[in-house]
């Protein structure tokens, strides 16, 4: 009779039990740093949680190296986070500047002009370290852990590594998408735009085995949306941005009250941010396939 629970054959729990587990404890220590006072420094607090509770389902309920979870902190990976970062960035100013220019916003101030405040930087700073903190532990839970534990677990019978990975991102980013519906002003063209971002956030992760590049844009984007170019982020206001703007032109393109990510345009970002990935995979010259990592099984990976 076969065990629903545990694996004989892999010394462990199965791929849902493992993700029902990690879901809980996620959930948990993201609500523990709320006694915090200071809100930059909980989200601080809530990355450093998510990290050791990371390494410990790893190295102590999934049983894999830690060389797997995309958090080897080499220059590789400090590269590639580097051009994470300039990508969405870039792509998020594209947005902005053609908005701007068809007449879907206007300028209506800058954060300088914010009362005379000479200290207008602290709040955007404060945002900064809160977008990066959301960016590390949103792709740790959604790609880092989420993902490859549904790769390792629809890797069964007939269904190669490949697949099952190809499985696994459409899930995952299903399960991204889902994530943010009980955002202010979401829709279902929202959430269906934020499936397309898990995918997009997916693809250098399996194809690299490293979160750099995921971590930097999903960071990036939010910065540059929210903090930058006074754009909704998933449909929250961020007041103390770079530029305040006011959004005008048709919902279906602007997105409306949800920002950028909730209409056609973040759409057109999300593909052309995949064309710059696979332009800078072309340059440095890596291989546009699966990483070992989601090549292989479970199985196969530990008799090496």
């Known amino acids: 009779m076969i065990n629903p629970i545990f694996n004989p054959e892999e010394l462990r729990l199965r791929a849902f039990f493992r993700i029902i587990l990690f879901t809980i404890l996620f959930i948990t220590l993201t609500i523990l740093p709320f006694f915090i006072p200071i809100e930059w420094a909980e989200y601080v607090m809530r990355s450093v949680l998510i990290l050791g509770l990371y390494y410990i389902m790893i190295k102590y309920v999934d049983f894999r190296p830690w060389s797997e979870s995309g958090l080897i902190f080499d220059h590789t990976w400090s590269r590639e986070f580097i051009v994470g970062i300039g990508i969405a960035g ?159 032109g048709a919902d279906w393109w602007t997105g409306g009250l949800f920002g950028p990510e909730g209409g056609l345009i973040g759409v057109l970002g999300i593909l052309l941010i995949i064309l710059l990935l696979i332009v800078y995979f072309r340059i440095k010259k890596i291989p546009l396939r699966f990483a070992t990592s989601f090549s292989k099984s479970f199985t196969e990976k530990r008799e090496n």
């Open 90 to 248: 870039s792509v998020m100013g594209l947005i902005f500047l053609v908005e701007w220019l068809t007449g879907s916003l206007t300028v209506t101030g800058f954060g300088w002009h914010r009362n005379g405040n000479i200290y207008w930087m602290f709040p955007v700073l404060a945002f900064l370290i809160q977008m990066a903190s959301v960016g590390f532990y949103e792709e740790v839970m959604a790609r880092g852990y989420i993902l490859r534990n549904l790769a390792e677990g629809f890797s069964v019978g007939t269904i190669n590594p490949v697949w099952a990975a190809v499985i696994a991102v459409i899930i995952s980013s299903a399960i991204f998408g889902v994530g943010h519906a009980g955002n202010p002003n979401v829709t279902m063209y929202a959430l269906l735009n934020i499936f397309f971002a898990g995918i997009m956030l997916a693809i250098p992760f399996i194809i690299t085995g490293r979160l750099a590049l995921s971590v930097g844009m999903h960071f990036s984007w939010n910065f540059f949306q929210g903090g930058i170019f006074g754009f909704r982020v998933s449909g929250r206001r961020v007041r103390e941005s770079v530029i305040q703007i006011h959004q005008e």
